[in-house]
């Protein structure tokens, strides 16, 4: 199980994320949906389960954002990011208890790699990434990495060197 899985909404609009922000991050969009925050629509049905899978399969897999949407469908998933985004800085931290009894999808806990606890600063970081991601103005990853890396106490950073433009 690794600890950095992505956050792609394509083959080139992607990024790095830390496995247990992301799986909290998941839970708290998933609580934003359960509490009315969208219509049921086919699409949404199809992206509740994608959020389920950082928490079921953490650090296998990350998030899928779904592409094609129309401009109503995004900006209705940038607010429940961004709502989830408001959620995580009220609440400024998650204990290892609190993680075993809320932050939980099928009977699975987001693990949270023997942290007591965590603080929701990085998470809420990740969402506002994401929103970014979403709506196509995510900035480029600092010079000299490949890819953003989020969801860090270290805050947003980048990751990974670029291949040499010669190709060697």
Do not use: C, N
Request: aromatic share 8%.
């Amino acid at each position: 199980m690794s600890r950095t899985t992505t956050v792609r909404l394509d083959d080139d609009h992607w990024f790095w994320a830390y496995d247990v922000s992301l799986a909290i991050l998941a839970v708290e969009v998933l609580d934003v949906l359960k509490a009315g925050a969208a219509k049921d629509e086919p699409w949404l049905d199809e992206f509740r389960y994608h959020l389920t899978l950082p928490v079921l399969v953490q650090g296998t897999y990350g998030l899928d954002i779904p592409s094609g949407l129309t401009d109503g469908q995004r900006a209705q998933l940038v607010e429940l990011f961004a709502e989830a985004e408001r959620r995580l800085r009220a609440r400024r931290q998650i204990t290892a208890a609190e993680a075993a009894e809320r932050y939980v999808v099928d009977q699975t806990p987001v693990f949270l790699r023997a942290a007591p606890v965590v603080d929701t600063s990085p998470v809420a970081d990740l969402a506002d990434a994401v929103i970014h991601l979403i709506r196509g103005d995510l900035p480029p990853p600092p010079p000299g990495h490949q890819r953003w890396f989020y969801g860090t106490d270290d805050g947003p950073r980048g990751i990974g060197r670029p291949e040499p433009a010669d190709g060697r």
